[in-house]
C-alpha cells in the first residue's frame, strides 16, 4: 500500500530489531519520513546502550534513506494547536507524541506507530505495523 509515511519512534526501534514486514511495508512506501523529534529519541536510546556508536552509525544510516524533518515555524504553530485541544479535552499525551502528530497533521502524512495514543489526536492518521 503506497503512501506518504511518518515513522514514530516505535516503529523504527521494532524496524531495527529485526521486523521484516515493516522493512516490506517501507520499501512498498511512497515517501518515508522522520522527524528530528524521533531522531532526537533514537539516538538518545543509542547514548543509553551498550553499542552506543553502532547504534548512533545505524541510525544515521537509516535517517539518510529518510527525509527528515525539522521543527518549523507552522509546525510548531500545529503542535500548539494540537496540544490546546487535548488539554481542554483533558486527554494529554507524551510530549514528543504532540510534536509527531503536529508534523503528520502540518504535512498530510499518515503516523505509522504502534503506540494507540496517537488515537486522541483529531483528524490524525494512524497505522499501526
Known sequence: MPGRYLLD???VVALFQGGPAIQARLAEAAEV???S???GELHYGAVRSGRSEANAARIDDFAGACTVLPIDAPTARRYGQVKGLLRARGRLIPENDVWIAAYALEHGLVVVT???HFDEVEGLTSVAW
Request: net charge positive.
Open 114 to 116: 504502534r503506540d494507540r
Open 9 to 11: 519512534t516505535s516503529i
Open 37 to 39: 523529534v524521533v531522531l
Open 33 to 35: 519520513f522522520l522527524p
